[in-house]
């Protein structure tokens, strides 16, 4: 069981707005950064937002993320085929200390 | 161009041990925080553990799952990053990542590691 929580799956249709979220607590999401990676099959993992709402460059601005107390959230909007894919948020603990996972969403486009 | 390209996995028997390798270029590696995250088949993402630079003093951390069994170390005038990994269990079966900085902004394409009798 993962120390950050995220919906097993999510999904939306082309054009659409969908969100996953990220849930902690006060020693990880609460105290530190979040950040969010994408992974698509038989590829590397990709950083697609750092500290809570930065977005590398050459990520599209239909990704964002936000953070609230000790829970995230991921949006993408325009939502297109090739954003179907895992997501997985992140974070520094104090309490362990190490970095934490969520368990990841697989995200469908229909 | 940063690239990081991990080597040394493959097959080992349970209670083995295995020692990963991470070349890396493009950035000046001795300034960076560098990290090994795996994945297991069909599972998420699990970090393994962290080796800070030095101006930190070299500090690692590890994960509950590994720690006591496997060592970070780097090498940062060959610009390498090394993960030592002893008493393998079959539940280390994964690709392992090489991982720059603290958010993890570039990752190597991985190595698997399978721990089988």
């Known amino acids: 069981q993962s120390v950050l929580t995220q919906p097993p799956s999510a999904s939306g249709t082309p054009g659409q707005r969908v969100t996953i979220s990220c849930s902690g607590s006060s020693s990880n999401i609460g105290s530190n950064y979040v950040h969010w990676y994408q992974l698509l099959p038989g590829t590397a993992p990709k950083l697609l937002i750092y500290r809570n709402n930065q977005r590398p460059s050459g990520v599209p601005d239909r990704f964002s993320g936000s953070k609230s107390g000790t829970s995230a959230s991921l949006a993408i909007s325009g939502l297109r085929s090739e954003d179907e894919a895992d997501y997985y948020c992140a974070a520094w603990d104090d309490s362990l200390p190490g970095r934490v996972f969520g368990g990841g969403t697989r995200l469908t486009v229909l | 161009e940063v690239q990081l390209v991990e080597s040394g996995g493959g097959l080992v028997q349970p209670g083995g041990s295995l020692r990963l390798s991470c070349a890396a270029s493009?950035?000046?590696?001795?300034?960076?925080?560098m990290d090994w995250v795996r994945q297991a088949p069909g599972k998420g993402l699990e970090w393994v553990g962290r080796s800070r630079n030095k101006a930190n003093s070299y500090t690692t951390e590890y994960a509950a799952s590994v720690k006591g069994r496997f060592i970070i170390s780097r090498d940062d005038s060959k610009n390498s990053l090394f993960l030592q990994m002893n008493s393998l269990k079959t539940e280390d079966t994964a690709v392992y990542y090489c991982?720059?900085?603290?958010?993890?902004?570039?990752w190597g394409q991985g190595t698997l590691v399978t721990v089988s009798s």
């Open positions: 493009g950035f000046t590696f001795s300034d960076y925080y």
């Open positions: 991982v720059r900085d603290k958010i993890s902004d570039y």
